[in-house]
């Protein structure tokens, strides 16, 4: 080998060097979940009330509220790296659930319900500690709903239905307050 081809592969052994260690570097500053806690460490979610009688026509279901805690709880610890804290968080989420309410969505040819809709509502209030302008902290209202065949009872299909409302007000709730697109 002549010592041309001695420099030449020296230098694309450089080059691929270089560009392994540049795209390595770069994978430490992405987060696959898109969440950005800034400077926080830590984050708590207090105690969700459940206040939805207080809006006309809701109703009240028992258990709610510790349910949509801890999911939220859940969805924060899954997709970021915060711990879970019961006081003095650098992220506060906070709130009530203000809605729960059934309501006929079709009709059939009889003029009954062919379906029905649950419709869940949250009123969230997101404080960022770390940032003392406040430029992050949010108050907003988040929302979902399940339709289900009139013919079932809630009952029957609760579970399920609280497991995709549940999932979407999460996940509405971290992009709001985490990711910073």
């Known amino acids: 080998m002549n010592i041309k081809h001695i420099i030449l592969a020296r230098l694309r052994k ?6 392994c ?4 570097a770069s994978c430490g500053v992405y987060n696959f979940t898109g969440g950005n806690p800034g400077l926080a460490k830590n984050f708590q979610v207090n105690y969700f009330q459940n206040f939805a009688t207080q809006s006309p026509g809701s109703i009240f279901e028992p258990g709610m509220d510790r349910d949509f805690t801890l999911a939220l709880q859940d969805r924060i610890l899954n ?3 915060l711990g879970l804290v019961g006081s003095s ?3 506060i989420y906070e709130g009530e659930i203000v809605e729960y309410r059934i309501s006929p969505m079709s009709a059939t040819a009889q003029q009954t319900a062919a379906q029905n809709r649950l419709s ?5 209030r997101f404080t960022n500690n770390t940032i003392e302008d406040g430029s992050s902290d ?3 209202r988040f929302s979902f709903f399940y339709d289900y065949d009139a013919n079932s009872q809630l009952s029957a299909v609760k579970s399920e239905a609280h497991e995709i ?3 979407r007000i999460t996940q509405d709730i971290f992009n709001a307050s985490l990711a910073d697109w």
């Not at 260690?21 to 390595?24: D, E, K």
Request: glycine share 4%; aromatic share 12%; net charge negative.
């Open 14 to 19: 450089l080059v691929l060097l270089f560009i």
């Open 21 to 24: 260690s540049l795209t390595l």
């Open 79 to 81: 997709q970021s790296s």
């Open 89 to 91: 968080g650098d992220l």
């Open 120 to 124: 869940v509502a949250v009123q969230v």
């Open 138 to 140: 949010f108050e907003q």
């Open 165 to 167: 409302i549940f999932e």
